[in-house]
């Protein structure tokens, strides 16, 4: 079975760093991308970027370049989405999904992370 | 880049059949396959419809997908409503670079 598990809530002050988690199992994890989503509050789904584990070739939605980076273990099957320096704005609930090869399409999703931003 | 726009709210009585556009600003809708995705209440999204037309594995055949090029959309199909597909509903699609554009999310209430 497909599972897609995310890290838990994290609560940060602006300008604290972060780094949370998406451990892919039940399929080749080197075989597939794997794509993070951002849900501002009452707000719609935005594209953040992909990484294929595989060879780590990272591709950023251009207003998320710069802000975030994408990264993956391979060994540990895991993905992360990490913040130099947090915002308010940041609050957000945020997803990684399972990509085909193709890099179009999403098929399983994480239960979603959520981070709070507030001093 | 293009955006594609969703009307941001239907209705429609159980049993009935409703379909959700998704309309795309400039480029041919048949040029990048589009997604549909839903998101109940507090849970994560999940994927209906992928590459236009096709449907994951225990997605209920009452779920369809189409693309028109003559109004340059596409549109998610439910037939014989019940109130578990009381969600948003998201069309995705992708640029040349692979860049994904999310549709605005349409919230379908089944009352």
């Known amino acids: 079975e497909v599972q897609l598990v995310q890290s838990g809530a994290e609560v940060k002050k602006p300008g604290e760093s972060l780094k949370i988690s998406c451990k892919g199992s039940g399929y080749s994890f080197t075989s597939y991308w794997i794509g993070w989503v951002r849900q501002m509050p009452g707000k719609g789904l935005e594209w953040m970027g992909i990484i294929y584990p595989g060879d780590s070739d990272t591709r950023y939605s251009p207003s998320f370049q710069g802000q975030v980076t994408i990264s993956a273990d391979k060994s540990i099957s895991t993905a992360y989405l990490q913040w130099s320096s947090l915002k308010a704005s940041d609050t957000a609930m945020y997803y990684c999904?399972?990509?085909?090869?193709?890099?179009?399409?999403?098929?399983?999703w994480g239960q979603g992370t959520l981070v709070t931003v507030s001093s | 880049n293009f955006m594609l726009t969703q009307p941001h709210s239907v209705s429609e009585s159980p049993g009935k059949t409703v379909t959700i556009s998704c309309t795309r600003s400039s480029g041919s809708i048949a040029s990048n396959y589009v997604q549909w995705y839903q998101q109940r209440p507090g849970s994560s999204p999940t994927t209906v419809i992928y590459?236009?037309?096709?449907?994951p594995s225990g997605v209920p055949d009452r779920f369809s997908g189409s693309i028109d090029s003559s109004s340059n959309s596409a549109s998610l199909t439910i037939s014989g409503l019940k109130t578990e597909d009381e969600a948003d509903y998201y069309c995705q699609s992708y640029d040349s670079s692979n860049h994904w554009v999310f549709g605005g999310g349409t919230k379908l209430t089944v009352l």
């Open positions: 999904a399972r990509v085909g090869p193709a890099a179009i399409a999403a098929d399983y």
């Open positions: 590459e236009d037309n096709q449907r």
